[in-house]
């Protein structure tokens, strides 16, 4: 398999460290959407990271759905999500949260970036979302008090936070607070201190040049 993004994505990141996990090999390329924006379309026309290349060579996009494909990859006992029921729910619902932060926070970095004059109006309202959904996480993570969100084992939830919060807090220096958010500042760094989050990780090198 191929694994097409930079380690910096949060998208990219949770995938690959799953992929990790599941001990599923797979070939790494490290496009940029701007720089290597040609090369990636040959693969998604939408320009967009994750995209995970089968052995079949059939392209995957969206690292939800890449990851629903990876756990039918491993028995059920290995997945980091159950297969049905309330647990899958709730694992989902985080991570759609976590995911839809990285969303918000990814739109903020690009504003600033691909506009001489930012919008005021975009920019208070993803940081007002961004603000809102990390309050939320905050509160559901404080009330928990187990080693990860759901219990003593790792589900894509953790990854998927502790992914957007690594990005967040490089993106937006000035905007993440770990004193406002203090479990999930404990969350990402017990994640980021395990081997496979330090083996899978790139600083921030965002580029916007074509």
Same mark, same amino acid.
């Given at each position: ?6 380690? +910096? ?10 992929? =990790? ?7 790494? /390329? ?30 995957? $996009?969206? %690292? ?12 059920? +006992?290995?997945?980091? $999500?159950? &297969? ?22 990814? =739109? ?7 506009? *001489?004059?930012? =919008? %005021?109006?975009? $920019?208070?309202?993803? &940081? ?10 905050? /509160?559901? &993570?404080?009330? /928990? ?6 219990? +003593? ?14 990005? $967040?807090?490089? %993106? ?10 203090? *479990? ?8 980021? *201190? ?14 916007? =040049?074509?």
């Amino acid at each position: 398999m191929i694994l097409i993004g930079q380690y +910096d994505s949060p998208f990219v990141r949770r995938v690959a460290i799953a992929m =990790s996990i599941y001990e599923l090999p797979y070939e790494h /390329r490290p496009w940029s959407v701007f720089a290597n924006a040609e090369e990636l379309a040959r693969y998604n026309p939408l320009r967009r990271v994750p995209v995970l290349v089968l052995d079949d060579a059939l392209e995957l $996009v969206e %690292s939800s759905a890449i990851l629903d494909a990876l756990d039918e990859m491993v028995d059920a +006992d290995r997945a980091l $999500v159950p &297969r049905a029921g309330g647990g899958r729910r709730e694992v989902m619902r985080v991570c759609a949260f976590a995911t839809g932060l990285a969303d918000k926070a990814v =739109s903020l970095f690009y504003e600033g970036r691909l506009h *001489a004059e930012p =919008s %005021s109006v975009w $920019v208070g309202r993803c &940081r007002i979302q961004m603000a809102e959904t990390l309050d939320l996480l905050e /509160r559901e &993570r404080a009330a /928990r008090h187990t080693p990860w969100w759901f219990g +003593d084992a790792l589900t894509h939830a953790d990854i998927a936070v502790a992914c957007v919060l690594r990005f $967040v807090g490089e %993106s937006h220096p000035a905007f993440w607070d770990p004193a406002r958010w203090p *479990a999930l500042a404990a969350h990402a760094a017990q994640a980021e *201190a395990l081997p496979v989050f330090q083996a899978i990780a790139q600083p921030l090198t965002v580029s916007v =040049s074509a």
